[in-house]
């Protein structure tokens, strides 16, 4: 059973927000609420609102009403972005400076928390599928470089060529 809560154009920029709805994905609607409730941040306010109307809207719904509201998780919860305000600061000499007011969209979905299914797999046939599958040979690459026997030769005589220092003496 899930719900889903979408608030839009909050003003709070995304990437604040963000940090905040990764303190509580994945948690359950209480323990996110309490996390909230004391978390410093502007943030959370907004957050907190859009989980408590998740909430509301599952257990308001048709299917929702035989649901425990403490029994709900927060299975997903994203921070988009919304539309910028653009507006200007006057600065020296007549310039002007842009601000940009920006805003948020948060996307709620709870749900009543699944229990890990069994899940009956069936080993496939090994034999059928190789059977079924030839295997290619792998084509021998042919050799048509020769061996780089000249570049060895200079390297040898620039190895043997060392120039001679002369050490001054110093009485």
Known sequence: ???????????????KMRLVADLVR???????????????????TPIA?????????????????DVNPDSLVIKLIFVDEGPT??????????RATPIRKRTSHIAVVISTPEAPEEAETEMPDVESETAAAPVKEKSKVKS?????????????????????????KTE
Do not use: W
């Open 85 to 94: 305000y653009k507006r200007f600061m006057p600065r020296a000499m007549g």
């Open 26 to 44: 994945g948690k359950s609607v209480n323990d996110a609420l309490g996390l909230l409730k004391f978390t410093p941040r502007a943030g959370a």
């Open 1 to 15: 059973m899930e719900a889903r809560c979408l608030t839009r154009f909050v003003r709070i920029a995304p990437r």
């Open 144 to 168: 048509t470089a020769k061996p780089k026997a000249k570049a060895k030769a200079k390297a040898d005589e620039h190895a043997g060529a060392k120039r001679s220092v002369k050490k001054k």
């Open 49 to 65: 609102k859009a989980i408590q109307s998740a909430v509301a809207n599952l257990v308001n719904s048709d299917k929702g009403r």
